[in-house]
């Protein structure tokens, strides 16, 4: 059992990663290339973006239960525990913090898109702020990468 639950940590640990990195690199730019317009773009990324934020909260808490569980309190002293701790509190951060206010925003637009609304400033700044936050989980997911293939499996 306890091989099936490190299988599951590491297909988290991938999941999470490859997730941020295909949806940011690859998606994000082709539904911006193929969409009809820039808003349907939008929204059709954020509500990818929305998604891998949930799969990577899962997927960050999953980790870190299995690590404290196979290590105990030794868990706290790894990189790898460090890494995706930060990398939940950005995720939280991005999702609970400025996705909201990216929201209200658009809200307060209505009728016009934000983009086309006195409050374009505004929103670029904190989409620029909700950019770096997923630039730097993206970066992160590299070392979480690499120190979950080092980690020991029990």
Do not use: N
Request: net charge positive; with cysteine; charged share 10%.
């Amino acid at each position: 059992m306890a091989r099936l639950f490190s299988a599951l940590s590491t297909l988290a640990v991938a999941l999470w990663a490859g997730g941020l990195w295909f949806a940011g690199a690859v998606v994000a730019p082709l539904l911006f290339r193929a969409a009809p317009d820039r808003q349907v773009a939008g929204a059709l990324a954020g509500q990818m973006f929305t998604l891998l934020a949930w799969i990577g909260l899962g997927c960050g808490f999953y980790i870190l239960i299995h690590a404290v569980a196979r290590t105990g309190p030794a868990a706290l002293k790894t990189g790898l525990f460090w890494v995706v701790v930060a990398m939940l509190v950005l995720t939280a951060a991005g999702q609970f913090g400025v996705q909201p206010i990216l929201a209200t925003l658009k809200a307060e637009a209505l009728p016009r898109e934000v983009m086309e609304s006195v409050l374009r400033d505004r929103f670029a700044a904190w989409h620029g702020v909700a950019s770096i936050l997923y630039l730097i989980q993206a970066l992160l997911a590299l070392p979480m990468v690499l120190l979950a293939a080092r980690a020991p499996a029990r």
